[in-house]
């Protein structure tokens, strides 16, 4: 159950007379997703999706709404956001931040191919360069700071060996990050949590990337790395899938080639991409907020990733 602000077509009937979509016709509450509440509404002018952010203020939506806006606008496959007659993509519903995007059509793809993967980085890579110039600058929310700020808190549950993984890897992380070749990684918008679960696809065909409300500034490459730890393993290991790998990065490059700078960081991008979700999995399990997380997902599969990304070299990132 994800409907944490439950709506009735009652509910939404006045308030949708703001948006140029006609009259309500259905609503009806999404199971799935652990941070929002979102429902499929039926309109006459077609499917959308509605969205209560539970945790997210009215300052910070704009930096996503603005910039599925400003993708969708470029061509990239992506919920597109609906303005309401004064031009606001975000309204207030239930006294809530909420709004209405279009609805992708197809389903994720679990057991994604050498072929889902290539289409999955084509239009990451695309997703960068539309980014680019984006007027709204946001940090990502879970990036180093987040990170400094979170380890103190998950370390007393930890045993020794944990405890010592996160202490180094925080360390390696923070080192790379004072180097001028990090300094140099191309960054902009990224999405920041590009999992199978978040994107569309209708058979081989990508439909689309969707839940942006993680993503934020940050360099391109540790998006690549957040998004080749989900796609590209065997996902009872986490060892990556030769295959798919080279799928996925060949099909970016071809759109926007790596810089010589991202191949010295992609291993440390790789460790920072596993370290950022052991990390956040591990602050939800032990200090979930309220009942919200009703399943927390495993933390030991990022740990188990980590150890990985660490132990062995990363498959190179190809170069001109
Ligand atoms: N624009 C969309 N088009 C089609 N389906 C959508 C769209 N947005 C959300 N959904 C559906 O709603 C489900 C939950 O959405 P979403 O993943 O954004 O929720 P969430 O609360 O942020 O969850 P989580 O953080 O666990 O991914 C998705 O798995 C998808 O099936
Ligand atoms: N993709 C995240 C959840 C937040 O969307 C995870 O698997 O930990």
């Known amino acids: 159950m994800a409907v944490f602000t439950p709506v009735t077509l009652d509910d939404l009937t006045p308030w949708m007379t703001q948006f140029p979509?006609?009259?309500?016709?259905?609503?009806k509450g999404i199971a799935s997703g652990i941070e929002n509440s979102n429902f499929f509404i039926r309109t006459e002018a077609g499917e959308f999706v509605l969205t209560i952010f539970e945790n997210l203020s009215f300052e910070q939506l704009p930096f996503y709404l603005k910039l599925m806006r400003r993708l969708a606008d470029h061509g990239v496959l992506v919920p597109a956001p609906i303005?309401?007659?004064?031009?606001?993509?975000?309204?207030?519903?239930?006294?809530k931040?909420?709004?209405?995007?279009?609805?992708l059509e197809g389903e994720s793809q679990?057991?994604?191919?050498p072929i889902h993967c290539a289409e999955v980085g084509k239009m990451l890579a695309q997703?960068?360069?539309?980014?680019?110039?984006?007027?709204?600058?946001?940090?990502?929310?879970?990036?180093?700071?987040?990170?400094?700020?979170?380890?103190?808190?998950?370390?007393?549950?930890?045993n020794e060996d944990k405890q010592?993984?996160?202490?180094?890897?925080?360390?390696?992380?923070?080192?790379?990050?004072?180097?001028?070749?990090?300094?140099?990684?191309?960054?902009?918008?990224?999405?920041?949590?590009?999992?199978?679960?978040?994107?569309?696809?209708?058979?081989?065909?990508?439909?689309?990337?969707?839940?942006?409300?993680?993503?934020?500034?940050?360099?391109?490459i540790f998006d690549v790395a957040v998004t080749v730890n989900d796609w590209c393993i065997a996902p009872e290991t986490g060892v990556?899938?030769?295959?798919r790998v080279e799928a996925m990065l060949a099909a970016y490059h071809a759109v926007r080639p790596f810089t010589a700078e991202e191949a010295i960081a992609w291993r440390t991008m790789l460790r920072a991409a596993a370290f950022r979700f052991w990390l956040s999995r591990l602050y939800d399990y032990y200090l979930p907020?309220?009942?919200?997380?009703?399943?927390p997902h495993d933390p030991e599969h990022f740990e188990r990733i980590l150890r990985l990304r660490e132990a062995a070299s990363a498959p190179a990132l190809p170069q001109n």
């Open 97 to 103: 931040p909420a709004a209405i995007v279009s609805k």
């Open 164 to 220: 010592a993984l996160l202490r180094a890897e925080i360390h390696h992380q923070d080192a790379f990050a004072s180097t001028a070749s990090y300094q140099a990684l191309p960054s902009g918008p990224i999405h920041a949590d590009l999992f199978r679960n978040n994107v569309m696809f209708d058979g081989e065909r990508l439909t689309g990337f969707f839940d942006f409300y993680f993503a934020g500034c940050d360099t391109w």
């Open 240 to 243: 990556l899938d030769l295959a």
């Open 83 to 95: 303005a309401n007659a004064n031009g606001n993509l975000v309204v207030a519903l239930h006294g």
């Open 127 to 158: 997703m960068h360069l539309a980014g680019q110039g984006f007027e709204i600058v946001q940090p990502n929310l879970r990036g180093l700071a987040w990170w400094h700020a979170t380890v103190p808190l998950v370390l007393p549950f930890l």
């Open 21 to 27: 979509l006609g009259k309500a016709l259905a609503i």
């Open 110 to 113: 679990m057991s994604p191919l």
């Open 289 to 295: 907020r309220d009942a919200e997380i009703l399943t």
